[in-house]
């Protein structure tokens, strides 16, 4: 922006403040007009972040509805269990007892048929590095903001599912005889215990993550629907599915057999 000096000397005081008006007046259209583009562009960055971010939810809410399925994981880990509790052992001190394979693969939570993918926080991410988090409204930051958090949780829950999954693995390799999709087990007490270990620890670190999943999914809802109120979110959340007591004991110990 320049500002011209007058053509001719200011010959009185009116003429003095009538520049001085006309300067001030340009400096302040000059700013409006740049503030104005810049609430314009924002405005636009703004619109498609959210758009993102709701397509992003889109495609999460179809990631988590795959993911659901490892809920047929608790079948193993329950028939595991029971089989263990109501055990004994032979004449040979062995234990002998046949169940299907394990349902996931060692280094992962994909079963057959099932492969497990972990929802995306990409475009928050990427967001927040360059700083067009702060366009978003505190409100709706915050619903981001949680679900970032959940997010967080269940990658961290997904890792200690997939290290259970892997003793399990480890287990039926070195122990049970393949025969089609069913595995023939002979074991020692102590080896039996060890399985029905590693079947309780899958099963608990299962049921965490499909309970995260679940949550994750309550968050991704309000985002697709645009129903941004942190508080009615933490509701849903709230509302989510969590096993019982009674499901947590429905597996007879073996020690009060």
Request: charged residues 25%; proline residues 5%; hydrophobic residues 40%.
């Amino acid at each position: 922006m320049e500002i011209h000096p007058p053509q001719h000397g200011i010959q009185s005081w009116r003429e003095f403040l009538l520049h001085m008006t006309t300067i001030v007046l340009g400096i302040l259209i000059a700013i409006g007009l740049e503030q104005t583009v810049e609430w314009v562009h924002h405005r636009q960055e703004r619109t498609l972040l959210q758009r993102e971010l709701r397509e992003e939810a889109e495609k999460n809410r179809a990631i988590i509805a795959e993911d659901l399925r490892l809920a047929s994981m608790e079948t193993w880990t329950s028939d595991v269990m029971k089989t263990v509790a109501a055990a004994h052992a032979g004449r040979d001190g062995k234990i002998r007892f046949e169940l299907p394979r394990v349902p996931c693969t060692g280094g992962s939570l994909n079963m057959p048929g099932v492969p497990y993918f972990a929802p995306s926080e990409a475009v928050w991410t990427a967001a927040r590095e360059s700083g067009l988090t702060a366009l978003i409204p505190a409100p709706e930051a915050r619903v981001y903001a949680r679900l970032q958090h959940n997010v967080n949780l269940l990658n961290a829950l997904r890792d200690r599912a997939v290290i259970t999954c892997d003793e399990a693995v480890s287990l039926q390799r070195r122990l049970a005889v393949p025969h089609g999709l069913i595995r023939e087990w002979a074991v020692t007490p102590e080896q039996a215990e060890k399985l029905g270990d590693a079947a309780g620890a899958l099963d608990t670190a299962t049921r965490a993550v499909i309970y995260r999943l679940r949550v994750v999914l309550v968050v991704e809802d309000a985002i697709v629907k645009r129903e941004l109120d942190p508080d009615k979110m933490i509701e849903g959340i709230s509302a989510v599915y969590q096993p019982t007591d009674e499901e947590d004991y429905s597996v007879t110990p073996a020690e009060s057999k």
